[in-house]
């Protein structure tokens, strides 16, 4: 998001990606969950704010420790801007016990943060059909099929990556995403765009124009949607809908609440979106087999840091032809820093790399031709038994999961089994989800899809074929290192049988991955011939792309492993 809404940031120095913040007159605290324990215990130190540790014993979450605390007379503020309206329920019903009341507008923020950063300025641009697969016609004539399936009169849009799928648009308002701060509200006849019209050049706003979507100030959206038409009926997604535009809605009018469709729709890639992300994978798989070169032969003999090292991969993909930044924050973590999920170095924990230990990259690109998301974990000296166990029992989750053969219909929670039986099977687990579905040069993290342990994400989805997914699982040993194996899957076809219809797998993620880290004994003859065969296909789509003697090494790094 852009600097200017990163207010846990400024009011905690916590700089994690999930958090919530509860302040009181004699209180002040941060929830977050096991990703970022150790991070936030560090950046929290005399900030005033205490870390409160999700999903542990006896610790309830953020709305449930308001609910005990709370007293009649109270009055909760928030800024209904920036809670959804799953949140400004759950809200209102733990505290009506209490008599305490909650105030959607209680921005006490504005008025203390001088230096806030202003909104990005940059102008959104279109995405030309050769990478988006369908006109903006064509997606919204699917839309309003489905709208008048669901009986509904306006689909009104949220999410931002949501609004840049369906108008075939991209911004810079974030800075790992191409996304253009804006709303939208689709009709069987037009579309309201809300957005700063600063940002839309002139071409863009005649191609808008000519399909039928009038654009709006951005901060005219309440204004509108207070004035819809009574009797008529509104689809919203209330996870990613702002508790203030909720609210405007008239009373007149009736809600439908769902996830949006383009949601699902984006969600399953098009054959175009496919074509062009394998491509990319093999311009990402060129950059990655640079870099760990560059990386196992200057190690030792310059120095290198952890953020150094981040900002040498961020410059080789910029070179990349449709490379037009990282997808998220690099990850560089070498040594204990590997076992923090989300680690990303600064100036206070830099530390040099050297010929010893761990070294984790947590890294991806957004091309137009697709979002990039990988992980790869080395060996910069010679590793110990110990930690080619525990790295091979995490790779075999990876494998194993890559290779399902799973009926349609098969929700991602059920499939998470298979990532963490490896791990389990020796009392071992790891924190995190195992995959998240990952945009088309949108955000890295795209839902409804996801696989995990928990099914508490939408109980509706289930894996289908054009889904991208990442396929991460690892392993963590805290103040020591940590391993992680990460490629993206594309769910695909597989076989009809009698019992019905079945989809696989393919992974599209093109990088060797550190022979020297495996244990072969643990592999099984499937994730061994497996292991092989990636590795093979490794080579054969990269080195025609590599100098001679980059080819030479990588063949070396891709040769098959046998017992």
């Not at 998001?1 to 400024?10: A, K, T």
């Not at 996304?179 to 939208?184: N, Q």
């Not at 050297?354 to 991806?364: A, N, Q, R, T, V």
Request: contains cysteine.
């Amino acid at each position: 998001m852009p600097d200017h809404w990163r207010v846990i940031r400024w009011l905690t120095g916590f700089t994690g990606s999930a958090g919530n913040v509860v302040i009181t007159r004699t209180f002040a605290g941060l929830w977050t969950d096991s990703r970022y324990f150790i991070q936030a215990e560090e950046q929290l130190v005399g900030s005033g704010f205490e870390l409160v540790r999700l999903k542990v014993p006896h610790t309830p979450e953020h709305i449930d420790w308001l609910k005990e605390k709370a007293r009649k007379g109270w009055k909760v503020g928030v800024d209904g801007r920036l809670i959804s309206v799953v949140i400004m329920k759950l809200l209102i019903s733990s505290l009506k016990a209490s008599g305490a009341t909650l105030n959607l507008k209680a921005d006490l923020i504005t008025p203390l943060w001088k230096d806030r950063p202003d909104l990005p300025g940059d102008s959104a641009f279109e995405l030309d059909v050769k990478y988006a697969g369908l006109t903006r016609l064509e997606k919204l004539e699917r839309v309003r099929e489905v709208m008048k399936t669901m009986k509904v009169d306006y689909q009104l849009l949220t999410a931002t990556d949501d609004i840049m799928w369906l108008l075939n648009l991209r911004g810079n308002d974030v800075k790992y995403s191409p996304l253009l701060l804006s709303y939208a509200v689709v009709s069987p006849s037009q579309v309201i765009f809300f957005a700063d019209e600063e940002k839309i050049p002139h071409e863009v706003k005649a191609s808008l124009d000519s399909d039928s979507v009038v654009l709006l100030p951005y901060e005219t959206v309440t204004s509108v949607l207070s004035h819809l038409e009574e009797g008529s009926v509104v689809l919203l997604s209330p996870p990613s809908t702002p508790a203030a535009l909720y609210r405007a809605l008239p009373r007149s009018v009736d809600i439908a609440e769902d996830l949006s469709i383009p949601t699902r729709m984006k969600a399953v890639k098009n054959e175009v979106e496919l074509k062009n992300l394998r491509k990319v994978m093999v311009d990402d798989g060129v950059v990655l087999t640079r870099f760990f070169f560059w990386l196992e032969k200057s190690v030792g003999r310059e120095e290198i840091t952890e953020m150094s090292a981040a900002a040498k991969i961020d410059e080789m993909r910029s070179t990349q032809t449709g490379c037009t930044g990282p997808s998220f924050s690099t990850i560089a973590a070498y040594n204990e820093h590997a076992a923090l999920p989300h680690y990303v170095p600064d100036m206070k924990t830099d530390v040099r790399l050297k010929k010893e230990g761990i070294f984790l990259l947590d890294s991806g690109g957004q091309y137009y031709g697709g979002t990039t998301d990988i992980t790869r974990t080395v060996a910069l000296g010679k590793p110990d038994a110990r930690m080619k166990k525990e790295f091979t029992l995490a790779l075999r989750g990876t494998i194993d999961l890559a290779m399902a053969r799973f009926p349609r219909g098969t929700k991602g929670y059920q499939l998470d089994i298979l990532a963490r039986k490896p791990l389990w099977d020796n009392y071992m687990n790891y924190g995190h989800g195992t995959g998240h579905g990952v945009g088309s040069f949108l955000n890295v993290h795209e839902g409804p899809q996801t696989i995990g342990t928990s099914a508490s994400g939408d109980m509706k989805t289930s894996m289908e074929p054009g889904m991208v997914i990442s396929d991460e699982p690892a392993f963590y040993r805290p103040g020591h290192y940590g391993f992680r194996t990460e490629n993206l899957l594309v769910c695909c076809t597989d076989t009809e049988s009698e019992f019905g219809s079945f989809l696989s797998f393919e992974t599209v993620t093109l990088c060797y991955i550190d022979r020297e880290l495996i244990d072969i004994s643990l592999l099984d003859d499937s994730e061994l011939q497996w292991l092989n065969g990636y590795h093979e296909k490794v080579y054969r789509s990269l080195h025609r792309y590599l100098e001679p003697e980059l080819q030479i090494w990588l063949r070396a790094k891709t040769m098959p492993l046998s017992r």
